[in-house]
Every structure is written in C-alpha cells, then in structure tokens.
C-alpha cells in the first residue's frame, strides 16, 4: 500500500513533461551525432579515423552535463540571484580573454573557443546562461523602474552593448542575436514600458541590417540565402545541401544511418545542420517529432515561469521563462536556417548538437528550470524552498 503512494510523491517532485522532453532530446541527439559524424570522422586524421570519435565525446560531453545538472539541481534560486552579478562579470571577462591573440583560438575566420588541453571552452555559450540569471536579477531588482528609458532599460542596454561589442569581434552574431533577445524577452516580461520596447525593437531591426549590411560576408550570406542555387558551389553551397537533404528524406527518411549528405557533402552536419541529416534519415516525421519536443520544453518553461510568478517569486519565473526564450530563439533559428528560412548562421541545435560547452550550458539551464518547478510545489505544499 506504501510503495504506490511513495512513488506518486516522487513523481510529484517534477514536472514529467520538462524531464522526458529533454532527455528524449538529448538522446537523441547522441544517436544523430553519431550518425551525422561518422564518415567525417573516418576521413579526418585528426580523430585519428576513428569512426566513433565524435560519440565517444559527445557521450563524454552528455554524462559532464547530466552530472553538473544534478549538482545544479541541488542548489536554491536564492544562490544563484546571488551569484548572477559575478557569473555574468567572470563570462564578460572569458569574452575578453578569448579575443586575445596567442589565447583564444581560431577555427574558420571565428576567434571563439578557449583551448583547455583536451577541450575547448567556448564563453559565448556559458554567456547565454549568465545573461538569464543577471537580466532576471536585474529586472526583479528594478521593477519599480521598468517605466522609465533611463533608470530601468539604459543600464541594461549599455551592459548588453558592451557584451554585443566583444560577440560580433569573434565574430559571433547568432549568439550576439540569442543574448539580446533574451535580455528583451525578459525586460518585457518584466513590465517594460510598451512604447519604450516597441521603440527599441525598431531600433535594434535597423541596428541588425546595419551590421549585415556593412559586414561582406554576411551581405554574402544574405544573397546565398536569398537564391542559394545561383552559386551553389559557392556561397549557397551549405543551404543547398541542406535542401537537398531535406528533400531527400521525404516522409519518413532514407533510414538511420543512411545519409548521402553527411558524406563529405553537407559540412557542419554534426553542428549546426543536424537537423538536415535527422530531416534526411528519418523524415518529415522525424523533424516534427523534433520540433514537438521543442515546442513542448519552451511551453513547460513557461508554465513553471507563470506559476512562480503567481507566488509572487519575481526572479524565479523570469529565470524560467528566460530559458524558455533562450531554447526557444536558439531552436528556431537553428531549424530556420536548415529549411532555407533564415540566413546561415553559426548556431547549433539545443541539447542535440555536438558541442561541449553548449551541452554543458543546456544542462545546467534545464536544472535551474526543474529547480524552480521543484521550489513551486514545494511552496504550494506548504514548505520553504
């Protein structure tokens, strides 16, 4: 009679949803790593031919990440209002130490990644985390203030200038485009004034094509974007691929394992177009599992975030639905640059793509998000987080 009862108050713990949406995307994301980067790996003499190279890391990756998480989870909301300041200062400063010559490290044009022996360390993703907690910090701080441009958006907005500066030096602009639409969700969230925030979603607009516009290779980006087959051996030649796989993979996919385009084909198929292989090897309804699943943990994150909110803990429920935002933005950008509906850019899927740094980032933000689901029953049950 006891066990039924016990196990329905552990299940009662967390919120099952969040939990198993997240894992089932994590795993499978090994399982797609995997398949997408063994032919790459076969023929690179850096991973020595090992054809499960990137598994064998990405594994490694995972189990650092589940194990932070569940150190993570362990930890109040209050340590980590407390420790927003100095996370979000120390990431500032990771952002400054990788622009240095001899100390970050260069892959392809991009200055990102800070070499630590056997891995490398790359800010910008651990900065998408540290926005999260100090813009939440900062907005429950100055919600008596969200009215007024110069006491309660200013200081934000010349804090994410200074960190939008140091992201586009790399350059970085998909991760500068998550921060700044993280630390806007949050801040409208908040309560900022309407026509203050309307005011500066036109400005950043104009800012963004500015920043296109002056830059060639992304003004490359755009018109390869725009008619990827005119130089599809060229500046189209990534979102053709894409296509092509895409295309492929019809219904129900070409089968597991069976990917043409992972083939010395569609480069970054391990990262940033995952979703093209996942799309050509198990199909339109492989992607829409996906993008359910997605879907489903963004939805959760609110939900938590609202009811935080509605026990009046301020700081709680905009962590939780700046994660939200944070997944939310990263995913779609990611998927809209796979079909062709967005411009290429350097962002990998969450939770799924390989990457240390970003699964280690993801976990650690998921168990903040289960922390605060765990500290709203805890309180509608009557106990003190």
Not at 100 to 105: E, L
Not at 247 to 259: C, F, I, K, T, Y
Not at 267 to 272: G, I, K
Request: aromatic share 12%; proline share 4%.
């Amino acid at each position: 009679m006891m066990l039924p009862h016990r196990q329905h108050s552990i299940q009662q713990e967390y919120d099952p949803l969040l939990l198993w949406a997240a894992l089932a995307l994590l795993m499978l994301g090994l399982v797609m790593v995997y398949s997408a980067s063994i032919a790459t790996a076969e023929g690179s003499k850096f991973t020595g031919h090992q054809s499960a190279y990137f598994l064998v890391r990405h594994g490694v990756f995972l189990a650092v990440g589940l194990i932070s998480a569940a150190v993570v989870f362990q930890m109040p909301l209050r340590f980590w209002q407390a420790a927003a300041p100095w996370l979000f200062l120390g990431g500032f400063l990771l952002l400054i130490l990788v622009l240095i010559p001899h100390v970050g490290r260069s892959v392809n044009g991009s200055q990102r990644w800070l070499p630590l022996g056997l891995v490398n360390l790359q800010p910008s993703e651990l900065m998408k985390l540290f926005v999260v907690l100090y813009a939440a910090d900062y907005t429950s701080r100055k919600l008596a203030d969200m009215g007024s441009f110069m006491r309660g958006f200013a200081p934000m907005a010349a804090v994410m200038l200074l960190v939008g500066f140091l992201l586009l030096r790399e350059p970085d602009f998909g991760a500068f485009v998550v921060i700044v639409a993280i630390a806007m969700g949050i801040l409208f969230l908040g309560g900022i004034n309407v026509r203050i925030f309307g005011a500066l979603v036109l400005v950043l607009l104009v800012g963004f094509v500015l920043l296109i516009w002056m830059s060639p290779y992304r003004r490359e980006r755009i018109f390869g974007f725009m008619d990827p087959w005119q130089d599809a051996f060229g500046k189209g030649y990534q979102l053709s691929h894409a296509l092509i796989a895409f295309g492929r993979g019809e219904w129900l996919g070409v089968g597991l394992g069976a990917s043409v385009e992972k083939l010395f084909y569609l480069p970054e198929a391990h990262t940033d177009f995952l979703l093209a292989v996942i799309a050509e090897e198990l199909g339109f309804v492989g992607v829409v599992v996906v993008i359910c699943l997605f879907v489903l943990l963004v939805q959760r994150a609110f939900v938590i975030g609202r009811q935080a909110l509605l026990l009046d803990r301020i700081y709680s429920g905009l962590v939780a639905q700046g994660i939200g935002i944070w997944i939310g933005v990263q995913s779609f950008i990611n998927m809209g640059v796979n079909m062709g509906l967005l411009p290429t850019k350097g962002l990998t899927l969450p939770l799924m793509s390989f990457g240390g740094s970003g699964i280690l980032a993801n976990c650690v933000a998921l168990a903040i998000l289960l922390r605060v689901d765990y500290e709203n029953r805890l309180l509608m049950r009557g106990g003190r987080p």
